[in-house]
């Protein structure tokens, strides 16, 4: 069983920043690729960022020279950092990570969303 826990989402005013973070645990082998998504009321979920095991990186355009992903390989923790939010930014945010267990299994895990809300 492979858990992943997001944390770090909360209220900012435009302009602020939010640090979020996601931990994987329990019977894991390897923490392939890792991303960020969103999704805001009646809009469909969107990718944000992703960042694969070898430290390549990818960002929506709307979030480009705004936000940064990293993650550590070695305790198996994402974080998405978002500095210059702007209202179009909230939304409930998720952690995604491709998993592969200690069987040998690799699959497709999410948390449990964090809400990020932009207002002033």
């Known amino acids: 069983q492979v858990q992943l826990v997001e944390s770090g989402g909360g209220l900012v005013q435009p302009g602020g920043s939010l640090r979020l973070s996601c931990a994987a645990s329990g019977k894991i082998l390897s923490v392939n690729r890792v991303g960020w998504y969103r999704q805001a009321p009646g809009k469909e979920r969107e990718l944000v960022a992703s960042i694969t095991s070898g430290g390549g990186t990818e960002y929506a355009d709307s979030v480009k020279g705004r936000f940064t992903i990293s993650r550590d390989n070695a305790k198996n923790t994402g974080a998405l950092q978002m500095n210059s939010l702007k209202f179009v930014d909230t939304a409930v945010y998720y952690c995604?990570?491709?998993?592969?267990?200690?069987?040998?299994?690799?699959?497709?895990?999410w948390g449990q969303g964090t809400q990020v809300t932009v207002s002033s």
């Open positions: 995604n990570a491709l998993v592969t267990s200690t069987r040998g299994y690799t699959y497709n895990y």
